[in-house]
């Protein structure tokens, strides 16, 4: 046996325990597996119990039929901690790369091997990102509970990668069970030489991660990845997303590097202490490998700051969430009372003002003997720019005025009904 181990420093470090997008569960052979992504890398988060068992004394062979062990020969250890595989029995006596140099050799293509479709049993050099994305701490791979604290080190599972691991133990050639509660050992794809191949190795005593090669008739947990990256499953890869203030308008900018089958963008606002809600759409691009800009424009909004994001749909229903962006429109620095629109008009117009203090108001509408027609507004209203709608749908063709009040500011404008 080789040991080949990075012995590293503790590092305190959180990682996503969030499922891989648009990939939450995977069900295969009838058992639901969850996904973990950790950095760009996809994960089942349980242990692959996949097969037929059979007795521990006995080689798996090539017959067509995965074959798997169950520790000390029970069907419920399968259940609880995963099947255990010998080396070509777990990769479907498929030929993995032999390098016996370096521990972390390059590797051309994926097996899948035992693992369902579009997953695949990692590489060694696979592993060695993980160990890399976690800091080298086993700890960070094991699930909350299992391995211990004593003298020697500190072995305690944190399950800050949400990687979960179970130590599940092993077995050896002829039949022998061992080290449950002890050793969490899983292949890799890639062979040491025709009769060895590498794995990784998780300790009860120890937060390394252990870079280990044996014999391939022993038998280890597999663990599957994703054929695609995390950032390769999102429907969109986004790029810039911003938003630009004009008066009372705001302008929602982004661009998508790539697109995968994306359907749609839903733009959803929420102003702060309030929920979410959809105020609009944007048709995606379905499929594009450079980059492709879009835009929304938000509207006559009142005063206040506002909270945007992204709700990226693909072809399928699944869908990811863009990052929130914020943007504030000002509080007007005058009173104003602008010319209704349309004008003329037949027969809704829109009237709008703006007030930069608390203040009462009214706004009233007047016929041209200046008698009164409609009162629109009459009460108090915070700093902020409102619009009201006015229907003279009962009203004869002509000349009409309107008139705000608000503090000491007061101003009449004049608009036609043209029926």
């Not at 006995?58 to 520790?71: D, G, H, R, S, W």
């Not at 592993?127 to 391995?147: D, F, H, I, P, R």
């Not at 759409?281 to 492709?292: D, E, G, R």
């Not at 206040?304 to 509080?331: C, H, P, W």
Request: hydrophobic letters at 35%.
């Amino acid at each position: 046996m080789f040991l080949l181990y990075i012995v590293g420093l503790y590092i305190p470090a959180s990682y996503s325990q969030n499922p891989c997008p648009n990939v939450a569960t995977v069900v295969y052979a009838g058992k639901t597996y969850h996904t973990v992504a950790i950095g760009d890398q996809c994960w089942l988060k349980e242990n692959l119990d996949v097969g037929t068992q059979v007795n521990g004394t006995v080689n798996q062979t090539n017959n067509n039929i995965i074959e798997k062990y169950c520790y000390n020969d029970s069907a419920a250890n399968c259940t609880t901690y995963g099947g255990l595989y010998q080396w070509a029995e777990a990769v479907q006596y498929k030929n993995g790369t032999t390098d016996s140099i370096s521990p972390n050799p390059a590797f051309a293509g994926n097996i899948q091997g035992i693992c369902p479709t579009g997953w695949h049993i990692p590489t060694n050099a696979e592993y060695s990102t993980l160990q890399t994305t976690v800091s080298n701490n086993g700890n960070a791979l094991k699930a909350v509970g299992q391995g211990i604290l004593d003298g020697w080190g500190d072995g305690r599972g944190t399950n800050t990668s949400g990687f979960s691991a179970l130590l599940a133990g092993l077995s050896n050639y002829g039949g022998y069970f061992y080290s449950l509660s002890v050793y969490a050992p899983f292949w890799s794809s890639t062979q040491w030489d025709a009769a060895h191949a590498y794995f990784i190795h998780l300790n009860y005593d120890y937060n390394y991660i252990f870079f280990m090669d044996e014999n391939k008739s022993e038998g280890y947990n597999i663990r599957c990845m994703n054929d695609l990256s995390v950032s390769a499953l999102l429907p969109v890869e986004l790029g810039l997303f911003t938003a630009v203030v004009n008066e009372r308008t705001i302008q929602l900018n982004w661009e998508t590097k790539t697109e995968k089958n994306s359907d749609k963008f839903d733009i959803e606002r929420k102003t702060i202490d309030a929920a979410w809600a959809s105020i609009g759409s944007v048709k995606a691009s379905v499929l594009s490998n450079s980059p492709k800009q879009y835009s929304y424009i938000d509207k006559n909004l009142q005063s206040g700051k506002y909270q945007y994001r992204l709700k990226m749909i693909d072809n399928d229903g699944t869908f990811e969430y863009s990052k929130v962006i914020e943007a504030e429109v000002a509080v007007p620095k005058n009173y104003e009372l602008n010319q209704n629109f349309p004008n003329p008009f037949n027969p809704n117009t829109v009237i709008s003002y703006s007030l930069p203090l608390a203040s009462d108001i009214k706004l009233i509408v007047y016929n041209s003997l200046g008698q009164t027609v409609k009162v629109l507004e009459n009460g108090f209203k915070n700093a902020g720019t409102y619009s009201v709608n006015f229907n003279a749908d009962e009203l004869p063709s002509g000349t009409y005025f309107y008139k705000i009040e608000a503090g000491q500011f007061s101003q009449i404008k004049k608009m036609i009904l043209l029926k």
